[in-house]
């Protein structure tokens, strides 16, 4: 490994750099959109001394968009978005070999973890890319320089565009923010298919239980609520879907979910899944509910979306670890309910998160979509605005071909008669 000047970090050990090359390599290998990126971007320099702050889970797939765009110009820094999502042996291996400054331990508590972020923009980013706005927000509050500097920002969750639109509106968003999470590649690929395989995949790792035979209540059926279902079914399990949406619900009827209540489903389930990226969806009416070995689970960005507070209220008879990210909560009439990974994203705390095939395409978003805030940089209004249709297509295209597919153009006729159509 060729050693570069070691920047200002906080990292594990940095002994744990050969692990982290070897995890790198492995997930480039299953990334052939981002490392066709990665060479045009070696070409072009087209992030020429632009500097990038990314607030992310510091993944051996992210080590490779940082890679990108360290190609492509730019310098960059990097903070982990999940202290439980933290590969401690990738933070090592982007210090050591690439000269990144990178913040990030696994487990880091709140203090620190805020610490990083502050230490980050300290650096005065142009481009930021977050992973629950947190960069951004902390942008704003801190004002000034941090703000002057910016070009703009990138969002990879419904979450993060949740709190970035409540900006927006109240009319303190001081600069454009291209919301990847709503690209259709994103959807369909990370959300559906990466999310749908890597919760299921966390569970079980963490609890060992067979999903066959099993009802499983889905929370939530956005995109990645949606793929949940979809391979829960497919293991052998009963899915209820509850959802607050009409439209949704109503989607999931359709495909031949059960529709309930979460208080209705809480009597049935046998493992729950929150997917809303909203606050307190399960709480203590449901867990009251709830059968003695239920397991509880939340998929969504933030770890609010189970009310811990009441859960370990109710909690009477004591909270014991019975397996490495399994808190069993001995509730006072004798039930046990069992959170798993503390109630984090359970993809990236009691698995490896998505596939490096998925963040092949999340992460090719990112890469396009940073450069194309610096090529129109002063162009673009403040706001949250959406990846444009050329950008989706062409990582479309990019994968189809990595996939050996080919698919049929319009002919001119066609074309012509689309556009002529009145």
């Known amino acids: 490994m060729a050693r570069i000047s070691i920047p200002p970090h906080e990292v594990a050990d940095l002994a744990l750099a050969p692990e982290g090359e070897a995890r790198i390599a492995w997930a480039a290998d299953q990334m052939p959109v981002l490392r066709q990126i990665r060479a045009r971007f070696t070409t072009e320099r087209p992030l020429e001394g632009v500097r990038i702050a990314a607030c992310l889970h510091v993944t051996a797939e992210t080590a490779n968009l940082i890679r990108a765009l360290l190609a492509g110009g730019a310098s960059a820094a990097l903070c982990s978005a999940n202290p439980l999502s933290t590969r401690d042996d ?14 990030a331990l696994h487990g880091e508590d709140l203090d620190t973890y805020a610490g990083h972020v502050r230490s980050l923009l300290q650096g005065a980013p142009q481009v930021t890319i977050d992973d629950g706005a947190d960069l ?6 801190a004002g000034g320089y941090v703000l002057d500097g910016l070009i703009g920002g990138t969002e990879e969750t419904t979450t993060g565009l949740v709190r970035l639109r409540r900006l927006e509106d109240q009319g303190e968003l001081a600069c454009p923010v291209l919301a990847v999470n709503e690209a259709r590649t994103e959807r369909t690929l990370n959300d559906r298919h990466g999310t749908g395989q890597s919760a299921l995949d966390g569970i079980v790792r963490a609890s060992n239980v067979l999903l066959a035979g099993t009802t499983l209540v889905v929370i939530g059926y956005g995109w990645a609520g949606q793929g949940i279902a979809e391979r829960a079914r497919g293991a052998g399990a009963a899915v209820i879907v509850c959802e607050v949406d009409p439209l949704r619900a109503l989607e999931a009827r359709m495909a031949g979910y059960e529709v309930m209540t979460a208080r209705r489903a809480a009597e049935r389930g046998d493992v729950f899944v929150t997917v809303t990226g909203s606050r307190r969806v399960l709480r203590g009416e449901h867990f009251e509910r709830m059968k003695s070995g239920a397991l509880l689970a939340n998929a969504g960005h933030f770890d609010v979306e ?8 109710l909690a009477t008879g004591g909270i014991r670890e019975v397996r490495p990210l399994v808190e069993q ?3 006072g009439d004798g039930r046990k309910l069992n959170l798993l990974a503390h109630g984090r994203v359970v993809n990236l705390a009691a698995a490896d ?6 963040m092949d395409v999340s992460f090719a978003l990112q890469a396009l979509c940073v450069e194309e805030l610096v090529k129109r940089r002063g162009e673009l209004a403040p706001g949250v605005l959406q990846v444009s249709a050329a950008i989706d297509r062409e990582v479309g295209r990019l994968k189809l071909a990595a996939l050996g597919v080919e698919i049929d153009e319009p002919t001119a006729e066609q074309e012509h008669y689309r556009e002529s159509w009145g």
Do not use: Q
């Open 136 to 141: 951004l927000v902390t942008a704003h509050s």
């Open 353 to 358: 998160g998505h596939p490096g095939a998925v």
């Open 329 to 331: 909560y001995r509730l």
């Open 90 to 103: 990738v933070a090592a291996a982007l210090v050591l070999a690439d000269g990144v400054e990178v913040r």
């Open 306 to 313: 189970l009310d811990l507070e009441e859960l370990g209220a």
